[in-house]
């Protein structure tokens, strides 16, 4: 029996990494009159999946978003960039980093960073089954970095896992759990 994910050509980073662009209105704001997180992340989320499902050439559902950092607040009037890519691969997930930056739509000065995120996406059949995505092939010394730091975020996420199953399995067999 072959290995699917071996037989898949690689893409090159380049090949789905994506901006997303959208202004902000009074309808994103929160009770601050700054725009509302849940806005970002949705952003974050829609720009994600769109690489994700270009990257494995078909349907990918969010897993997990391990980071969500924001770093300066985002007003209305902003012109906000959510920019997009597949960091590394597994045999049927990928983490996609994700960087949001900011300017006013009115003026010409540069986009600040003002978040970014680190989501897990699941390529998915037609019958919701996990399928094999092509490795994702770093283009860059940033892109070769990126993949290294992904590589350490997996092997967290794993380990909080499992750490976590173990302790609620001692609890149970405890009878300490409810």
Do not use: C
């Not at 893409?11 to 009770?31: E, F, Q, V, W």
């Not at 959510?82 to 949001?100: D, F, H, I, L």
């Amino acid at each position: 029996m072959t290995d699917q994910a071996s037989e898949l050509q690689g893409k090159p980073t380049s090949a789905s990494r994506t901006t997303l662009s959208h202004i902000m209105t009074g309808s994103d704001t929160n009770l601050l009159g700054t725009v509302h997180g849940g806005v970002i992340m949705k952003l974050v989320d829609d720009a994600a999946g769109a690489v994700a499902g270009r990257h494995s050439g078909g349907p990918a559902v969010t897993a997990s978003m391990d980071e969500m950092v924001f770093l300066e607040p985002v007003r209305v009037g902003d012109l906000v960039h959510v920019k997009a890519q597949v960091n590394w691969t597994g045999r049927s997930s990928m983490e996609v980093g994700v960087r949001v930056l900011a300017e006013r739509w009115n003026e010409s000065t540069p986009a600040t960073q003002v978040g970014s995120a680190y989501l897990v996406f699941a390529a998915v059949d037609a019958d919701g089954k996990p399928r094999t995505v092509p490795p994702v092939v770093p283009e860059t010394e940033r892109d070769k970095r990126r993949y290294q730091e992904a590589q350490i975020r997996r092997t967290h996420r794993l380990a909080r896992r499992r750490a976590i199953k173990e302790l609620r399995e001692k609890r149970a067999a405890e009878g300490i759990d409810d």
